[in-house]
C-alpha cells in the first residue's frame, strides 16, 4: 500500500544533531529567534556537543544553519509550500496534477 504525508516546513520545527564521540542528541528549534548577545547572527546549531565538547564536523552546523534560514523563507508562506514524504520508497511518487 502507498502511504504518503504531506507536511509543512511548520510540522518539522525541530532538527536533532548527534555527537560522533559520545551520541548526545542535540535538538535545534528551526524556529528560535536571535542569539541574546549577538543579535546579529540567528544562532541555531552548536559548533561543538554540549557535553563532550567535541566539535561537531563543520558541515553539520553550517547545514543546520541554512537549513534555518529556507525554514523561515518558507515559514513565512505558510501552506503555500508543503513537502511530502513518501513513506515507501520502492513506489514513486505519484505524477504532479495536469495542468
Ligand atoms: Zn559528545
Redesign the pocket.
Known sequence: MYQQSVVSIKDLRFATLA?P??N?RVTVDLNAEFEPESRRRPFVAPRA?P??D?PFDSAVPEAVDSLQEVYKALAKLGSAVTFTANGDQSVPPPPPPAK
Open positions: 555527537c564521540r559520545c548526545t556537543c557535553r563532550c567535541t
